[in-house]
């Protein structure tokens, strides 16, 4: 049987504080057998002297490839055999642990500040002993980018937050104190637990930093419930803007509001499966593009024939228009799951709606709750110049306020009914279009925000677009707020009470309709 016992070489240089070391086969030795805390000790060594043949046998240990015998360690790789003696070389968890940190530690030293990067990502995902303090407080003489330096800081106090030296401890407090990291809490909790911490002047300083850190996380969830408002109330808001024209401009109770944001969203779903089959894939991520437009009009399209099939003989009968457009609701969802199925549909965002920007350690904001924001309050001044800038919003106000008197002077009421409904429920699909994207898409979508689009509507004033977006809005922070005391079924409850006995102080809403009229 052939032998061989392949040397430990590592090719290439690294550059680092200090001299190029060869891993010689004692130290090798040492990394391989003998008691945990002896190897690790070992380990953590060598790592400080950044010997450029360590992380090769690093990962050799951890791959299983290393064997002992008679003294002598073996790298078992490719065609390379070891003597029938020899034996394996066996890592417990403990040791593991180590390994795989020492070989995150070592990327720290790199020129590169991307793998210095994801070698701390890397790093505070292990559990850090003292004993590798060194390697870190080396890196940290080196480090010349601030971001990395003031988190090789953090790691170096959370390691020193253990140490039997009371005036480490104390040391370690300052920097901890100035973090909004929320992993920083768990070792300072750990230090004031009772008789963990006999030191006076360390405890009080811990308690010092676990005040300040709790202080900065409580203002990350803070506006972090004000941004998740935000983005239900701007959900709600596009949802309700259909709604204030179907309902508070033409009076329709159009129950099958909801049904049309599905139509919106299935529509989005057709579109993405067309872009997937048909399109290379490299043009998917702008599928987006072509479904806004796509669910506006099938939606638009559905309204039209709602409309002039069953709407337009029911004006002025808002309980006769009710029981109609459930009905029609029912049909709709029907309809949908034969052709779709009654399970939820996959709906998947484009790759630059992925991922969020990280405003503070525990905020995240998602880019696709930021567009459909974006989105909303597009959608907001898009109706808004149309309903008071053009001449098709001139006749809709015209024919909402005074249909004989508008008919009078030789406007086709009935052409601007279709019309109006038509844009109403256009607009219901785009909001299914964006829930497309935050969402499932099913069947039963439309059940979930309808009543919520009724009382935004009641709530900002029938007919008043910017009654819609205030009450949007602040039934979105609102409810998102009472979530954090009461959970989600009592702050809808709460929600309910509020907006009841809102109405019965104040009938016609935030913003009242003016005019001479007694309803007004």
Same mark, same amino acid.
């Given at each position: 049987? %052939?032998?061989?016992?392949?040397?430990?070489?590592?090719?290439?240089?690294?550059?680092?504080?200090? &001299?190029?070391?060869?891993?010689?086969?004692?130290?090798?030795?040492?990394?391989?057998?003998?008691?945990?805390?002896?190897?690790?000790?070992?380990?953590?060594?060598?790592?400080?002297?950044?010997?450029?043949?360590?992380?090769?046998?690093?990962?050799?240990?951890?791959?299983?490839?290393?064997?002992?015998?008679?003294?002598?360690?073996?790298?078992?790789?490719?065609?390379?055999?070891?003597?029938?003696?020899?034996?394996?070389?066996?890592?417990?968890?403990?040791?593991?642990?180590?390994?795989? &940190?020492?070989?995150?530690?070592?990327?720290?030293?790199?020129?590169?500040?991307?793998?210095?990067?994801?070698?701390?990502?890397?790093?505070?995902?292990?559990?850090?002993?003292?004993?590798?303090?060194?390697?870190?407080?080396?890196?940290?003489?080196?480090?010349?980018?601030?971001?990395?330096?003031?988190?090789?800081?953090?790691?170096?106090?959370?390691?020193?937050?253990?140490?039997?030296?009371?005036?480490?401890?104390?040391?370690?407090?300052?920097?901890?104190?100035?973090?909004?990291?929320?992993?920083?809490?768990?070792?300072?909790?750990?230090?004031?637990?009772?008789?963990?911490?006999?030191?006076?002047?360390?405890?009080?300083?811990?308690?010092?930093?676990?005040?300040?850190?709790?202080?900065?996380?409580?203002?990350?969830?803070?506006?972090?419930?004000?941004?998740?408002?935000?983005?239900?109330?701007?959900?709600?808001?596009?949802?309700?803007?259909?709604?204030?024209?179907?309902?508070?401009?033409?009076?329709?109770?159009?129950?099958?509001?909801?049904?049309?944001?599905?139509?919106?969203?299935?529509?989005?779903?057709?579109?993405?499966?067309?872009?997937?089959?048909?399109?290379?894939?490299?043009?998917?991520?702008?599928?987006?593009?072509?479904?806004?437009?796509?669910?506006?009009?099938?939606?638009?399209?559905?309204?039209?024939?709602?409309?002039?099939?069953?709407?337009?003989?029911?004006?002025?009968?808002?309980?006769?228009?009710?029981?109609?457009?459930?009905?029609?609701?029912?049909?709709?969802?029907?309809?949908? %799951?034969?052709?779709?199925?009654?399970?939820?549909?996959?709906?998947?965002?484009?790759?630059?709606?992925?991922?969020?920007?990280?405003?503070?350690?525990?905020?995240?904001?998602?880019?696709?709750?930021?567009?459909?924001?974006?989105?909303?309050?597009?959608?907001?001044?898009?109706?808004?110049?149309?309903?008071?800038?053009?001449?098709?919003?001139?006749?809709?106000?015209?024919?909402?306020?005074?249909?004989?008197?508008?008919?009078?002077?030789?406007?086709?009421?009935?052409?601007?009914?279709?019309?109006?409904?038509?844009?109403?429920?256009?607009?219901?699909?785009?909001?299914?279009?964006?829930?497309?994207?935050?969402?499932?898409?099913?069947?039963?979508?439309?059940?979930?925000?309808?009543?919520?689009?009724?009382?935004?509507?009641?709530?900002?004033?029938?007919?008043?677009?910017?009654?819609?977006?205030?009450? &949007?809005?602040?039934?979105?922070?609102?409810?998102?707020?009472?979530?954090?005391?009461?959970?989600?079924?009592?702050?809808?409850?709460?929600?309910?009470?509020?907006?009841?006995?809102?109405?019965?102080?104040?009938?016609?809403?935030?913003?009242?309709?003016?005019?001479?009229?007694?309803?007004?």
């Amino acid at each position: 049987m %052939r032998t061989r016992f392949l040397p430990l070489l590592f090719s290439g240089l690294l550059w680092c504080v200090g &001299a190029v070391h060869a891993l010689t086969p004692q130290q090798a030795l040492s990394l391989s057998t003998g008691e945990t805390d002896a190897r690790i000790a070992a380990l953590n060594q060598a790592a400080a002297e950044a010997d450029p043949a360590l992380a090769d046998f690093v990962r050799a240990l951890l791959d299983g490839e290393v064997k002992v015998a008679a003294g002598k360690v073996f790298v078992v790789r490719g065609d390379a055999t070891a003597p029938d003696t020899a034996e394996d070389v066996i890592n417990n968890n403990r040791m593991r642990g180590a390994l795989e &940190a020492a070989l995150g530690a070592l990327k720290l030293v790199s020129p590169d500040v991307q793998v210095r990067t994801e070698a701390l990502d890397e790093l505070r995902k292990q559990s850090l002993e003292e004993a590798q303090l060194p390697l870190i407080e080396k890196a940290y003489a080196a480090e010349t980018d601030a971001t990395l330096k003031a988190r090789l800081e953090l790691m170096r106090a959370t390691i020193l937050i253990t140490s039997a030296d009371p005036a480490k401890r104390l040391a370690a407090a300052r920097p901890l104190a100035g973090s909004s990291e929320p992993a920083v809490k768990s070792p300072i909790q750990e230090r004031l637990a009772p008789g963990a911490e006999p030191d006076n002047a360390v405890r009080g300083a811990l308690m010092t930093a676990q005040a300040a850190v709790e202080g900065k996380l409580a203002w990350g969830e803070r506006l972090g419930v004000v941004f998740t408002g935000i983005s239900l109330g701007s959900i709600l808001l596009l949802v309700a803007l259909g709604l204030a024209i179907t309902y508070g401009l033409m009076g329709v109770i159009n129950m099958a509001h909801g049904e049309l944001m599905m139509i919106g969203a299935y529509a989005t779903y057709l579109v993405q499966n067309l872009f997937r089959q048909w399109l290379p894939p490299s043009l998917f991520d702008w599928y987006i593009v072509l479904a806004i437009p796509a669910s506006f009009a099938v939606a638009a399209l559905v309204g039209a024939v709602l409309e002039r099939t069953v709407i337009r003989w029911l004006y002025g009968r808002p309980l006769e228009t009710l029981l109609a457009t459930w009905g029609i609701s029912l049909v709709l969802m029907q309809g949908v %799951r034969t052709l779709f199925g009654a399970q939820n549909v996959a709906v998947e965002n484009p790759s630059w709606l992925s991922g969020g920007v990280q405003v503070m350690s525990n905020l995240i904001l998602p880019y696709n709750r930021l567009a459909i924001i974006a989105f909303a309050f597009l959608v907001l001044a898009g109706v808004t110049l149309m309903i008071n800038r053009t001449r098709l919003g001139l006749f809709v106000r015209g024919v909402t306020q005074n249909r004989r008197m508008a008919a009078c002077v030789g406007i086709n009421t009935a052409r601007i009914d279709t019309y109006a409904f038509s844009l109403g429920a256009g607009i219901a699909g785009l909001a299914g279009c964006a829930l497309s994207q935050v969402g499932n898409v099913g069947p039963d979508l439309g059940q979930s925000y309808i009543v919520d689009a009724f009382m935004v509507v009641v709530t900002g004033g029938v007919g008043q677009l910017a009654g819609t977006v205030y009450a &949007a809005l602040g039934l979105g922070v609102l409810n998102k707020f009472l979530e954090g005391f009461a959970g989600a079924v009592l702050a809808k409850i709460m929600v309910l009470v509020c907006i009841v006995v809102f109405i019965q102080k104040r009938p016609q809403g935030l913003f009242a309709m003016k005019g001479r009229s007694a309803e007004a």
